[in-house]
């Protein structure tokens, strides 16, 4: 069977047939307890062996997703599943004939633990740590080749853009700063190495403080002008269901208008209205000549 | 040779049995001396031949790979030494105190004393005292469990991992690199569960 790739190593790891993900070689995922292979998933396993139900490798999901689905994608350099929710929506080559609508999906985490991929007592979160816990007890300060560690004041890009319609994915962009904490656990403890079960004393004075291991980002987007050739189909539908709307929108309104004006002269111009108006008009006369006589 | 070894015998202290009418030391009594106090590199005994115990800081260091099974002898693992990094703070345990720590544990007869070693650390690094008290009390008051951990942790440091601190390249970094520690750690007695899983190869931020 051609795999369409150049060797083993460059087969995908997900692949969806009929809505369903498999995996194309032994996959391993992290459930947050256990180390878990997966070649598939299988309905008569345990929930604990379903972990790649609905994940997608990153590129491309079923097609018809709704802006509340939540995508998942199988993170393989975490080996983690990271799910996504919806964000926004935008589009490609606005104004153009193939203007196509993308919509944006935030990640729900930068990863967070991610120990159990490296061996290593490491977290991935946003640049900066922005938005990280705080040590209350925390009185050591970071320094980055002698710099004061600046933490960061607002959110790093951890995104998925993905054509809604066809599925397909025209952007993935991730930036974090991934920091180790000997111990794994934020502390501070003053010279007190009975909390200190590492091998390392001369690391006591970095024991349980989150310092920068590394920054890392990665973007990656597919061509506009190609990705909205591909999808010019969709675009033509897309455009075709905004013009129905738009013209069904100006002729609802034109009738909504016309209604009115017409329920508006029918009022004005309804014989039973102008006959008790002219009634009213004579008892009024009478009235008033009633009160001539009695004067 | 049995006046050498009688000679040593009183020299050192050993209060082995005397076999056959001849005094010896036994390995514990010597590996106890020097492993806790250097008390034979420092302290050799010139009425044999001060050749084969030269005065020394460890026994690493007397050099002669024809005595032993294993060459020589590189690691330097005498207790003093990883007790305080400057001479004058090394801290010593008599031969007594080592052979106590050794051979009587709270367990006794029911756990292999490298397994014993693991049963300790555990209840000190969760800071059960009642159960480290035990220990101290079975060792003897010449043992500070404190300074005796943090002995164990610098000679861990040292000896397994070369150090706390290394350069790493890049390219290491993103590709791997063969670590040297794996090997010494994944070792030990098979039959008795010890760790033999541990990859050589380190990845610290891509996985494969």
Redesign the interface.
């Known amino acids: 069977m051609y795999t369409g790739s150049n060797g083993d190593d460059e087969i995908g790891y997900l692949r969806i047939v009929n809505q369903a993900s498999y995996a194309n070689k032994l996959t391993e995922i992290n459930n947050g307890t256990n180390l878990v292979n997966i070649t598939q998933p299988d309905p008569s396993l345990d929930i604990v062996l379903q972990e790649l139900n609905a994940v997608s490798g990153g590129l491309q999901f079923p097609p018809n997703i709704e802006e509340d689905d939540q995508l998942k994608i199988y993170d393989q350099r975490n080996i983690k599943v990271v799910p996504y929710t919806h964000q926004s929506s935008s589009s490609l080559k606005s104004g153009d004939k193939n203007e196509l609508q993308v919509d944006t999906f935030a990640g729900m985490s930068h990863g967070d633990n991610v120990g159990f991929a490296y061996n290593l007592p490491v977290f991935e979160k946003p640049y900066g740590c922005f938005g990280c816990y705080q040590n209350p007890d925390e009185f050591r300060s970071v320094q980055v080749d002698g710099n004061q560690y600046q933490v960061a004041t607002s959110d790093s890009d951890n995104f998925l853009t993905v054509q809604l319609d066809s599925g397909y994915t025209y952007q993935i962009k991730k930036q974090s700063t991934v920091y180790m904490i000997i111990g794994g656990n934020q502390t501070y403890a003053v010279d007190d190495y009975h909390v200190r079960a590492t091998p390392f004393p001369h690391l006591d004075p970095i024991y349980g403080a989150p310092w920068p291991f590394y920054d890392f980002s990665e973007n990656l987007q597919a061509n506009e002008d190609v990705f909205t050739q591909r999808f010019a189909y969709i675009a033509e539908e897309q455009r075709k269901t905004k013009n129905n709307v738009i013209a069904m929108s100006v002729m609802a309104g034109f009738f909504l208008i016309l209604a009115i004006v017409t329920i508006s002269v029918y009022k004005l111009k309804d014989p039973k209205r102008r006959a008790n108006s002219d009634e009213e008009t004579l008892m009024r006369s009478a009235n008033s000549a009633d009160g001539l006589i009695e004067e | 040779m049995a006046q050498a070894l009688a000679s040593n015998y009183n020299h050192f202290g050993c209060k082995a049995p005397v076999v056959k009418g001849v005094s010896n030391c036994t390995a514990e009594e010597i590996s106890s001396l020097q492993w806790g106090s250097l008390g034979v590199t420092n302290n050799p005994n010139p009425a044999t031949n001060a050749y084969y115990v030269p005065k020394s800081t460890s026994t690493a260091l007397w050099g002669q790979p024809s005595w032993l099974p294993f060459g020589v002898m590189t690691d330097v693992g005498e207790y003093p030494q990883q007790t305080a990094p400057q001479q004058k703070d090394w801290q010593y345990l008599s031969s007594s105190a080592v052979q106590a720590m050794m051979t009587r544990m709270p367990t006794t007869g029911s756990l292999a004393s490298t397994y014993s070693w693991q049963q300790f ?1 555990i209840p ?2 969760l ?1 059960n005292q009642t159960t480290v008290a035990k220990y101290e009390a079975a060792w003897g008051n010449n043992v500070t469990t ?1 300074i005796f ?2 002995a164990l ?2 000679r ?2 040292t000896a ?2 070369g ?3 290394a350069d790493i390249k890049l390219k290491e ?1 993103f590709f791997g690199f063969e670590n040297t520690f794996a090997a010494g750690v994944s070792s030990g007695d098979y039959i008795l569960g010890n760790d033999y899983s541990l990859s050589n190869w380190t ?5 494969d």
């Open positions: 650390l000190y690094f800071q404190d951990v943090e942790r610098a861990i440091e397994y991992f150090g706390a601190f970094l990845t610290p931020i891509m996985t």
